[in-house]
């Protein structure tokens, strides 16, 4: 995982603290406290695995005496009924971690899976699927290497990474060459500078403001192919808007190098894995 490790525990002490509150009363009332348990993650549909190494992460956190075997890594094809990875230790700490470790488990394995469906579906033409800052709030990082790792591409991660004039920057500046000429000399040098467009006018400014890459914002795909073809290699394209809702294939035909898509962190649906024990003695 391509995340630093500082950073995936704060994520995972923050979920458990929220999640266990004062303590696991449940468990603690019902559980001896040397009973051991074993157990399977077991996937209850097919898709992307993502999220191994936070799962296991959630575990040691509690009891770094849990033995935590993966069965699959991240990227890897799961189907319906394989067993994921197996676990072993104190039932208690298993427990406490469980819902934690799920969580993390599910979440990025959907946003995985549904990216690796997108990218399917523009096989074949020159479009790349991104996401968007439409995260779950404290879980961008996750998210948005679950993304990678369903072979999408990642927009920038926060406001720092990169300049986005979109339409409320463009009203507040005045127009759009406005904005990007005070961006071009407030800016660092080394920061590309993206408009959003939504009509061919403001596609026409955005190329005489030279701008790096031009948003198709909610444009319909005969406008997207007309846009495409006017800008013709001289900025970057990239189709925004609803995008999880369209037919991502007619969209790249239109010629469009990018399309960023909010749904695939937003909206996604988490991968049904469960957690099934077999208690040992």
């Known amino acids: 995982m391509n995340i630093s490790k500082i950073n995936i525990d704060e994520i995972i002490i923050e979920a458990l603290r929220e999640d266990i509150g004062t303590g696991d009363i449940t468990t603690n009332t019902t559980v001896p406290q040397d009973k051991i348990a074993a157990g399977h993650f077991i996937a209850k549909a097919d898709g992307i695995v993502c999220g191994m190494e936070a799962c296991e992460r959630v575990?040691?956190?509690i009891d770094d005496g849990i033995e935590f075997t993966a069965n699959k890594k991240d990227g890897d094809i799961v189907v319906k009924g394989e067993i994921i990875a197996a676990i072993r230790?104190?039932?208690?700490?298993?427990?406490?971690a469980e819902r934690t470790a799920l969580n993390l488990l599910q979440r990025m394995s959907g946003v995985a899976t549904q990216t690796a469906d997108a990218v399917a579906k523009v096989a074949g033409t020159k479009a790349k699927i991104a996401d968007t800052r439409k995260t779950t709030p404290g879980l961008r990082v996750l998210e948005k290497y679950?993304?990678?790792?369903?072979?999408?591409?990642?927009?920038?991660f926060n406001l720092a990474d990169g300049i986005l004039i979109k339409d409320n920057h463009i009203a507040a500046a005045g127009?759009?060459?406005?904005?990007v000429e005070s961006a071009r000399a407030n800016a660092p040098h080394t920061l590309k500078i993206e408009v959003e467009c939504e009509t061919m006018k403001e596609v026409g400014d955005a190329i005489a403001a030279r701008a790096?890459?031009?948003m198709l914002d909610n444009m319909s795909n005969e406008d997207m192919k007309k846009a495409v073809g006017y800008i013709n290699g001289r900025a970057v394209t990239e189709a925004s808007g609803n995008m999880g809702d369209k037919d991502l294939r007619e969209v790249a035909e239109t010629g469009i190098d990018i399309i960023s898509i909010g749904a695939l962190t937003h909206s996604v649906r988490s991968l049904d894995i469960s957690l099934k024990f077999v208690i040992e003695a």
């Open 212 to 214: 790096d890459i031009i």
């Open 146 to 156: 679950a993304v990678k790792v369903g072979g999408g591409t990642n927009h920038r």
């Open 89 to 96: 230790g104190n039932a208690r700490s298993v427990l406490i």
């Open 59 to 61: 575990f040691k956190i």
């Open 175 to 179: 127009g759009i060459i406005n904005a």
